[in-house]
Structures are given as C-alpha cells and as structure tokens.
C-alpha cells in the first residue's frame, strides 16, 4: 500500500514499525515544529493520537524533549492524558498519545442547558486528584488554565483530562524553581514577581479556574498589561455582584484558600480535597448555566482564548513597565532562561478535541486506502 495523502501532500502516519499496525489517519493538524495525526490501531480499531516530530526540529533542544518523556513516562491518572508509546525513524519521533475527543472545557459548559455548582465542584475534584497524583511524584505542571481541560468523550458524565506537560517540571523533595513559564491569567504572583517557586504554584491556578467555573469571567483583566499584572501581584479580585450573588459562601472559602497570594499559606491539593465544598454537600445545586455560559462566551471567545502566551514575554514587558518590585525581595531569576514558546517544540500532550477532529475533516477529503 502506498502512502495516503490528503491535499497533495503524504501524511508522516506510515513509518518503520508501524506499517503492520496502523492505517492512515483521518485528520491531522500543525504546530510550530510538529504534525499531529490521528491514527488507527488495525487489530483493535482503536484511534490514538500522534504526535510527528521533525528531528531538525529537536537539534539543540534534546534536553527539552527528553524532560517531557520522562515526566508523560511516569505518569498513570485516569485524569491525565497518557504517552503510550514512542517511535523513531530516520527523520521523526513519532509521540503515541491517549486521544481525548470529548471536547474543551468551556465548550461544555456552554453547550449544556443545566449546570450547577455542584458541577463545578466536581470537575474540580477531578482536578485536584490528578494534580495531587503530579505533586505526589514531585512533578509540577506549571500551566495549569481551561485549554488544557478536555473532556475524554462526548458522554455526558464524560471525566475530564488534563493535557499538555510542555512546561512541566519534575522537582526534587522540597526544591523550588524559578523559570517563568505559565500563562499570565493564571499564573501565581511569585512567578510574575521573577521569585522561585515550588507546586503551589498549580494550587493558585486550580483557584483561577474554580473562579471562572463559576461565574463565567476571570479574576483579574485589564486592557492595560501594567494595571493586569499588579491585580495578579496584589492578588486583588473581587465577587462581583449580581454574578456571585446565587454562589455559596463555601465555594468562596474555597476559591480564597487557593488564590491566597502568600505560597505558603496556600492551599495544598491535600488541603483542598478536604474542604467542604469538595468533600461535603456545601456546593449548591441551582442552575446557574445562563450567567456563566453568557460570561463565557463574553469573555473567552476562541479568538481571546487560543491565544498562547508565555510568562517569560511577560516579566520582560513587567520590566519595561518597572513592576518587577511589586513583591518585596530581589529577583531571582533571569528570565531570559525559558525561550518563548515559538522557540521551543510544542508539549507532548495533545490538545485534540472534537473541535480539532471537526475542523480538519469538514476540510480535508478522507486518505484512500
């Protein structure tokens, strides 16, 4: 059989090794240094997801990749999306991924006619468990935000998965680190404020998203970079009225314990599985989808929330704008020690969902076999 091509151009999914087990994918899509296809497994039919990566795109970066395998090889969650296997040939590395086609995060919420607190609290439950697995094994994700929320199926009590591990980092027993890198809407202020840190830093993001989870907005949001960095610096956010009027009291005890600016008050995940609003019947069971999808929709529209930022980007403009004082104590950090994401591969884990799967298939023609 010859290789499939799709446009004119021959899809990466046949190589050594996997001629006998796979067929071509029916999808693929592109990122800065890699391909990623959708792959069938023949014996079993099962679909994976395949991440194709030029090796001229890893010269120079071969710590970088081989810090990702190390830390998808050791993890196991049934909330987390897993690397099943590895390929190589002469020009690739051929990354085998669990494939998630479920959906994001916020689609979901949108789509639904019922959604409740207690639905949030849930989703975070899952989240907390995963994260607390990672924190367990000394890994820390480090870009913790909705995008990287994806439900595994379209089943309606369809569990959620966390993805991406680009800038995960596995840590020694109680080591902190101090590269910038996270998005800036959820990244902890001692990030923004150039100070090491260690995996509270993914307890304060899981406070961002249980926030927007729950009203539809997120916490902090300026036109203005400079007015948006001290918010997160300060830590200054607020339950505005009328949109947390119906929101329970346990839920913003929640929400407070997590986005607590100082690290080490801060809710660990063990802390925050045992709150009441996870653990208890605290999370209220009132509608409130038309609020929260509307905000969604206002405020994280796919053009605002695909984009990609880098925190590094980030504490460069914070120096332009003489922020990089807002917490006491000197910088310890250079943030010229983690490029911008254009410069580096893209993470292991795939961002594959139904709105990928759509988009490519209502465009490209099926490969023959």
């Known amino acids: 059989m010859g290789k499939p091509s799709l446009?004119?151009?021959?899809?990466?999914?046949?190589?050594?090794?996997?001629?006998?087990?796979?067929?071509?994918?029916?999808?693929?899509g592109?990122?800065?240094?890699?391909?990623?296809?959708?792959?069938?497994?023949?014996?079993?039919?099962?679909?994976?997801?395949?991440?194709?990566?030029?090796?001229?795109?890893?010269?120079?970066?071969?710590?970088?990749?081989?810090?990702?395998?190390?830390v998808l090889h050791r993890i196991k969650h049934t909330n987390i999306v897993s690397l099943e296997d590895i390929f190589e040939s002469?020009?690739?590395?051929?990354?085998?991924?669990?494939?998630?086609?479920?959906?994001?995060?916020?689609?979901?919420?949108?789509?639904?006619?019922?959604?409740?607190?207690?639905?949030?609290s849930q989703l975070i439950h899952q989240i907390l468990d995963a994260v607390k697995y990672l924190h367990d094994m000394g890994i820390v994700h480090r870009d913790l935000k909705p995008e990287n929320l994806l439900y595994y199926s379209m089943d309606e009590d369809s569990k959620i998965m966390i993805s991406d591990f680009g800038l995960s980092k596995i840590e020694d027993t109680g080591s902190v680190m101090s590269t910038a890198c996270g998005?800036?809407?959820?990244?902890?202020?001692?990030?923004?404020?150039?100070?090491?840190?260690?995996?509270?830093?993914d307890c304060?993001?899981?406070?961002?998203?249980?926030?927007?989870?729950l009203c539809g907005y997120p916490p902090f949001y300026d036109e203005n970079d400079a007015k948006l960095f001290e918010q997160i610096l300060k830590a200054e956010y607020e339950f505005d009225s009328p949109y947390w009027d119906d929101i329970s009291d346990s839920a913003k005890d929640f929400i407070c314990h997590l986005m607590e600016k100082d690290f080490m008050k801060r809710y660990t995940t063990d802390q925050?599985?045992?709150?009441?609003?996870?653990?208890?019947?605290?999370?209220?069971?009132?509608?409130?989808?038309?609020?929260?999808?509307?905000?969604?929709?206002?405020?994280?529209a796919k053009s605002k929330w695909k984009q990609a930022f880098n925190a590094t980007a980030v504490v460069r403009h914070m120096r332009r704008l003489q922020l990089g004082t807002s917490l006491e104590g000197p910088s310890?950090?250079?943030?010229?020690?983690?490029?911008?994401?254009?410069?580096?591969?893209?993470?292991?884990?795939?961002?594959?969902?139904?709105?990928?799967?759509?988009?490519?298939?209502?465009?490209?023609?099926?490969?023959?076999?």
């Open 7 to 28: 446009g004119g151009e021959n899809l990466c999914c046949y190589w050594e090794g996997w001629d006998e087990r796979n067929r071509m994918c029916l999808v693929r």
């Open 30 to 70: 592109w990122g800065a240094f890699s391909e990623v296809v959708l792959a069938e497994e023949k014996g079993t039919q099962r679909l994976v997801a395949i991440k194709c990566i030029p090796k001229k795109a890893l010269q120079g970066k071969e710590n970088n990749i081989e810090n990702e395998i190390a």
């Open 90 to 120: 002469n020009s690739h590395l051929y990354l085998v991924m669990q494939l998630v086609s479920g959906g994001e995060l916020f689609d979901r919420i949108v789509e639904k006619g019922f959604y409740t607190e207690r639905d949030a």
């Open 183 to 201: 998005t800036p809407g959820y990244v902890a202020p001692e990030v923004l404020a150039q100070k090491p840190y260690s995996k509270a830093v």
């Open 204 to 213: 304060w993001s899981i406070g961002v998203i249980s926030y927007i989870l």
């Open 272 to 300: 925050a599985l045992q709150h009441p609003w996870i653990c208890g019947d605290t999370a209220l069971d009132k509608n409130i989808h038309e609020s929260v999808s509307a905000q969604i929709k206002k405020n994280f």
């Open 332 to 369: 310890q950090i250079t943030p010229t020690t983690c490029p911008p994401l254009s410069q580096t591969p893209l993470s292991l884990s795939l961002r594959l969902s139904l709105y990928l799967f759509y988009l490519f298939e209502s465009i490209l023609p099926r490969p023959e076999t």
